[in-house]
């Protein structure tokens, strides 16, 4: 969008912000989206309307348009709420947001989204950083603009998009276990600052807090520790099928063969029994917010 389209385009300009590019590697999201520009050139065509008169009929550049209808660009919600009300396609043309709010994450955190809402227990052990589903959006922005080689600004704000959106898990119904270890060590490094460390702890104090969540500390003067190999995570499903994976094990690939994930099961516990309880834990982050 050039600057003058941005200027009359109603204060929408930001659907064509960074972050809503169709990724040309991932498939499904090509086809999703070629599949709804079409839709809406189809439903704009019907209606006698020319590109530009459509843009400027729901605050958007026409370039946008353009855009949008050959596959180029994912439209954001409030476009498709405005092309349906405008070209009048009865709820058609909106209903295909939630497959295209999943289309603008990569596809890899698509997976792994989609996998962590199916699951009915978690286990996660994380060594250096928190786990993606305990943090903040400044959390997350924090550890992404450490990233070297550094990311581009739209490729940050997409991955913390994408991180956010992941922690819909904990308004499932019926809600899963969900069970944490974190190192001490991460609590304590005020990434991002100290303030993005305050409000991190104050969201930590918060989540676990939940009934079906438990947040154990490991704390930093273990003499023993059988987590030392790595961050660890467990997925447990419905069809009592499972998924794992460890940095120290299997060549830290994902298994699914029940001997594989005993294997795994036996390290988190071990790593559980050696952290704090629950609620000495949610007592040690509250330690550590008031020094913080």
């Given at each position: 969008m050039s600057v003058d389209e941005a200027d009359t385009a109603h204060g929408h300009?930001?659907?064509?912000?960074?972050?809503?590019?169709?990724?040309?590697d991932d498939e499904s999201g090509v086809a999703m989206a070629a599949t709804v520009g079409?839709?809406?050139k189809?439903?704009?065509?019907?209606?006698?309307?020319?590109?530009g008169e459509f843009g400027a009929a729901?605050?958007?550049?026409?370039?946008l348009v353009f855009k949008v209808e050959g596959?180029?660009?994912?439209?954001?919600?409030?476009?498709l709420d405005r092309a349906d009300e405008v070209l009048g396609a009865g709820g058609k043309l909106a209903l295909m947001k939630r497959e295209l709010a999943e289309?603008?994450?990569p596809k890899k955190v698509r997976d792994l989204a989609r996998l962590e809402a199916q699951a009915v227990e978690l286990l996660a052990y994380g060594d250096h950083n928190l786990h993606g589903l305990l943090q903040t959006a400044e959390y997350a922005r924090a550890l992404f603009e450490m990233r070297l080689p550094p990311y581009q600004p739209d490729e940050i704000e997409q991955a913390v998009a994408?991180?956010?959106?992941?922690?819909?898990?904990?308004?499932?119904?019926?809600?899963?276990?969900?069970?944490?270890?974190?190192?001490?060590a991460t609590l304590r490094r005020p990434l991002g600052g100290t303030m993005v460390l305050r409000r991190q702890l104050e969201h930590l104090l918060s989540v676990g807090k939940l009934r079906n969540v438990a947040i154990q500390v490991m704390p930093i003067d273990r003499d023993e520790h059988a987590g030392m190999h790595g961050e660890t995570q467990v997925l447990k499903f419905k069809d009592g099928s499972a998924l794992g994976r460890s940095d120290g094990a299997f060549n830290g690939r994902a298994v699914s063969d029940p001997r594989q994930l005993r294997i795994?099961?036996?390290?988190?516990?071990?790593?559980?029994?050696?952290?704090?309880?629950?609620?000495?834990?949610?007592?040690?982050?509250?330690?550590?917010?008031?020094?913080?």
């Open positions: 300009d930001g659907a064509d912000e960074p972050g809503w590019e169709v990724d040309p079409r839709q809406v189809a439903w704009r065509e019907a209606a006698g309307m020319r590109a729901i605050g958007y550049g026409e370039d596959g180029r660009r994912i439209p954001r919600p409030e476009f289309v603008r994450y994408a991180r956010v959106a992941r922690q819909a898990v904990f308004e499932r119904i019926p809600a899963p276990a969900l069970s944490f270890v974190q190192e001490e795994l099961e036996l390290r988190y516990g071990m790593i559980r029994a050696q952290a704090l309880a629950p609620r000495e834990s949610l007592a040690f982050i509250e330690q550590l917010l008031g020094e913080t």
